[in-house]
T-cell receptor, first 112, second 114 residues
């Protein structure tokens, strides 16, 4: 079993829809949780990070962490065509030097 | 703007030659940098963790003699692919840790070995 599982999609939604992206993980030692956005042939761009269970909001993006269920989510409100990209969840723990373990990434397409 | 610069963005080399990729943190000092490899439609796979002033820590299955990592300063880490072969063709991405919450990635380097 991979440490981080993420449905690769693709996920196609109409413009303006609410998008829900999810990851599950198996290692309870993970403490830091991040979401990255990656456009084709580019390096990942940090969107959000969270440390503990709960919600964190930044503009149209909301990140949720449920450590008891080992489940994290990213919600995108009022999705735009420019949000079309691959979204990667990542997590790290202190005793690995904060090296990131990535999910496979979910490919999102927002259609006008 | 970018906080981690990676160079070159694209490189084509002949089989058997060596290629060096640089990763620089632009406005912060990074004691730890990471090197990843990403195949098409796959996730990022950690190759090694690079700590300034000490030897890199390689992930299982990554040949340390083939992928030489040097982290000589707090703002620069280099990855050298030695005796490159076509199967080494991939997208190589570095990242630099600013703090425990924030890790920034470079734009990546496409390596094609012909």
């Amino acid at each position: 079993q991979k440490e981080v599982e993420q449905d690769p999609g693709p996920l196609s939604v109409p413009e303006g829809a609410i998008v829900s992206l999810n990851c599950t993980y198996s290692n309870s030692a993970f403490q830091y949780f991040m979401w990255y956005r990656q456009y084709s042939r580019k390096g990942p761009e940090l969107l959000m990070y969270t440390y503990s269970s709960g919600n964190k909001e930044d503009g149209r993006f909301t990140a949720q962490v449920d450590k008891s269920s080992k489940y994290i989510s990213l919600f995108i409100r009022d999705s735009q065509p420019s949000d079309s990209a691959t979204y990667l969840c990542a997590m790290s723990r202190i005793n690995s030097g904060y090296a990131l373990n990535f999910g496979k990434g979910t490919s999102l397409l927002v259609t006008p | 703007g970018a906080v981690v610069s990676q160079h070159p963005s694209w490189v084509i080399c002949k089989s058997g030659t060596s290629v060096k990729i640089e990763c620089r943190s632009l406005d912060f000092q990074a004691t730890t940098m990471f090197w990843y490899r990403q195949f098409p439609k796959q996730s990022l796979m950690l190759m090694a963790t690079s700590n300034e002033g000490s030897k890199a820590t390689y992930e299982q299955g990554v040949e340390k003699d083939k992928f030489l990592i040097n982290h000589a300063s707090l703002t620069l880490s280099t990855l050298t692919v030695t005796s490159a072969h076509p199967e080494d063709s991939s997208f190589y991405i570095c990242s630099a840790r600013r703090d425990e919450n924030t890790i920034y990635f470079g734009e990546g380097s496409w390596l094609t070995v012909v």
